[in-house]
């Protein structure tokens, strides 16, 4: 298993817009990834963030590496250059990569 996390981080100006985009496009787009066994889709509580904006987290699950790195090359690159030309530099982006050592999903 190999696992990519996303996160978004939204400014305050633009929350609402970013929300329904997120129920509207994010979440359809997301259904219709072919190589992505299992996703969580989450709104990130922070005391740290919540004056500047707000958080979401889009935690993807491949069968392997070679399915991640692929939708990493192709699909995530697409989904941001979308996300960037509707929102700017409002909406920002964030890649962590998860190798897991020991999983009991």
């Not at 996303?6 to 072919?34: A, G, S, V």
């Not at 992505?36 to 963030?49: A, G, P, Q, R, T």
């Not at 590496?65 to 990493?72: A, H, K, N």
């Not at 530099?89 to 050592?101: D, G, Q, R, S, Y």
């Amino acid at each position: 298993m190999s696992v990519l996390s996303i996160t978004f981080h939204c400014t305050k100006n633009n929350l609402e817009e970013w929300e329904n985009y997120i129920d509207e496009t994010l979440i359809l787009m997301t259904e219709n990834l072919m190589d992505v066994n299992k996703y969580i889709l989450s709104e990130v509580h922070s005391d740290y963030i919540d004056d500047e904006g707000k958080n979401y987290n889009l935690l993807l699950m491949f069968d392997n590496e070679t399915l991640r790195t692929d939708f990493i090359e192709s699909e995530l690159k697409n989904i941001a250059e979308r996300i960037e030309k509707k929102f700017g530099h409002e909406v920002m982006i964030f890649n962590t990569f998860l190798n897991p050592k020991k999983s009991r999903l």
